[in-house]
């Protein structure tokens, strides 16, 4: 697991950002070390990989997960983001971006494909 703190100026108004990078592969069994991070977050970015389907079907269990943790204590939407990255490796993919497309707008969720080595 990793933190990294970013700054960055919005509409004239500097907003600092914690990034909690966590491996799926860290969680504990009872789920202890996962409710953690989501009751630290403000809002979620899922990253999987267009050339690994297991990557993009586990998102959904995700996102059930943290809805029920967040949005069952308040009224508001928690902010998350679906995003499909490596983009670049088009000849590797196996998740179209309709499917990324289509399983964001199932779970009112934003939607993005990017590429971190572009």
């Known amino acids: 697991e990793f933190i990294y703190s970013h700054n960055v100026t919005v509409d ?8 909690w990078d966590a491996p799926n592969s860290q969680q504990t069994e009872d789920g202890s ?11 979620f970015v899922l990253v999987y990989s267009i ?9 959904p269990l995700k996102i059930q997960f943290i809805k029920a943790a967040k949005e069952g204590q308040s009224q508001e939407k928690v902010p998350i983001i679906i995003v499909g990255n490596k983009r670049d490796l088009h000849h590797q993919r ?19 494909e990017v590429s971190a080595a572009e």
């Open 12 to 19: 004239g108004r500097e907003i600092l950002f914690h990034i």
């Open 33 to 43: 070390s996962e409710e953690k991070r989501i009751q630290w977050a403000d809002s």
């Open 51 to 59: 050339c690994d389907r297991a990557s993009f079907n586990i998102l």
């Open 94 to 112: 196996v998740v179209s971006s309709e499917e990324g497309r289509l399983l964001a707008l199932s779970l009112d969720c934003g939607f993005y």
